[in-house]
């Protein structure tokens, strides 16, 4: 028994592409036309130094370092040398931003010339309320007689992580007078 085969011939095929290429056409100065209009801000932030000025120039008189140590429940404001300043209680909505800002501009009265600043963040703070307190140190509204003018504060801003409990702590306790002593 034999099969007949049938021999199909299949003619080729063009795909017609017309359609994916109108497509195209339409969507690329759309994409492009809309990505002009989203931008990012970057903000230049600097990093502290390793107290390297500090040691290269040990007659130098000691300088202003503000920090500002942010908690979940409380905004500190603190120079690296002499230790805390003004606390600030931070809940979220009834934060008072007045006496926040109130008190860098008088530490701004006070040293004219310094702009930079510390942010050391608690690792239990969210990302929105650090963009806050950026916002709050670089300047402040201040009112005069007549009008609401804007201050510049402290435009360059370093960022690090916060003291945990443990460590301030260990610092403490490394300063006790019974470390010091000779045996």
């Given at each position: ?15 017609n ?74 809940t ?36 929105k ?23 510049e ?12 409990l ?16 000779v045996?």
């Amino acid at each position: 028994m034999k099969f007949a085969r049938k021999k199909h011939l299949q003619e080729t095929v063009e795909l017609n592409i017309t359609a994916f290429m109108n497509l195209m056409v339409i969507l690329v100065p759309f994409l492009l036309i809309t990505a002009v209009f989203s931008r990012m801000t970057v903000l230049e932030l600097n990093l502290p130094a390793l107290d390297a000025a500090q040691k290269e120039n040990p007659d130098q008189e000691i300088k202003l370092q503000l920090q500002v140590v942010v908690q979940a429940d409380q905004l500190t404001i603190q120079d690296g040398n002499l230790g805390v300043l003004k606390q600030v209680p931070f809940t979220g909505e009834t934060t008072d931003w007045n006496l926040f800002a109130d008190v860098l501009i008088e530490i701004k009265r006070r040293f004219p010339d310094e702009k930079g600043i510390a942010l050391l963040l608690d690792s239990n703070v969210p990302y929105k309320v650090m963009i806050q307190v950026m916002d709050r140190v670089k300047s402040a509204d201040v009112v005069n007689i007549t009008s609401l003018q804007t201050v510049e504060l402290f435009p360059n801003i370093s960022i690090g992580d916060a003291p945990t409990l443990s460590d301030v702590n260990a610092a403490n306790s490394s300063d006790s007078p019974a470390d010091k002593a000779v045996p």
